[in-house]
């Protein structure tokens, strides 16, 4: 077993599949491919909803008003230009990044009334 765990990942197989040029067609913005806007849609609308479950009052606020600046640069980032894409990609790291924080903060602060 372990041998073919080795040669299924072994430095040289998987390093042509990293090198291959990718050949697919790109889609066009606004289609139904996953590389739209639709495509993230119902992941996202998951996502907002649990926190409108989860968390009450300003902390709710808060989150939603963080998720609608989301999903702006979401659409933004699908509709946008190549050359744009890598500065959007850091925004919306970042701001997912001010979200995961905020929930751990708010899951904490719930937790010691």
């Known amino acids: 077993m372990t041998d073919k765990l080795e040669d299924l990942f072994s430095p040289e197989r998987l390093r042509g599949k990293w090198t291959r040029k990718d050949n697919r067609e790109k889609p066009e913005p606004g289609t139904d491919s996953p590389f739209s806007s639709k495509g993230y849609d119902p992941l996202f609308n998951n996502a907002r909803k649990l926190i ?3 968390f009450p009052g300003e902390s709710r606020r808060l989150l939603e008003d963080l998720m609608d600046e ?3 640069l979401l ?3 699908f509709s946008s230009a190549d050359d744009e894409i890598p500065g959007i990609n850091r925004a919306i790291d970042q701001l997912l990044a001010q979200i995961e924080d905020l929930v751990e903060a708010f899951e904490m602060q719930n937790r010691n009334p």
């Open 75 to 77: 659409d933004l980032r």
């Open 52 to 54: 409108t479950n989860r």
């Open 70 to 72: 989301l999903k702006a």
